[in-house]
């Protein structure tokens, strides 16, 4: 998997267990729970048009420089315009982040130990959301 994301997502981060542990500022730094990112918003009646029309997909630009060239309608000059947009950061702590436990290649589990790696963590309350 790829991390940190580069579009905004829902997903709150709670750990990074990684076997580079000198990265760990960085995923921290980078955490949308810290650090906001930026999508670009299209008109709506577009994302429906092509989702809708034949199985065909509505292409969203994934960059700054692509999104304020977006027009739609595609050919009309004075079309509505992709908009790049920040989304605000989740407003939590940065995510924890540690040197993973030695596991065996291509198993879900055993550890030096014998047994599966654990992340223990106690589910924070989300209130805030509702």
Known sequence: DYYPYWHPTPWKDIAIL???????????????????????VVPQE??????????RRAIIPNNQADCELFRYPANDPNG?????????????PAPDCRETEWTRDNHLGNTL??????????????????
Request: positive net charge; hydrophobic residues 25%.
């Open 18 to 40: 990684t076997n580079n542990p000198r990265r760990c500022p960085y995923y921290q730094r980078e955490s949308e729970n810290v650090k906001g990112r930026y999508e670009c």
């Open 46 to 55: 577009y994302i429906m048009q092509n989702l809708q029309a034949n199985g």
């Open 80 to 92: 509505t315009r992709g908009i790049w947009t920040e989304m605000h950061a989740h407003g939590l």
């Open 113 to 130: 130990g014998g047994y599966p790696p654990l992340f223990n963590w106690t589910v924070p309350n989300f209130n805030h959301e509702k």
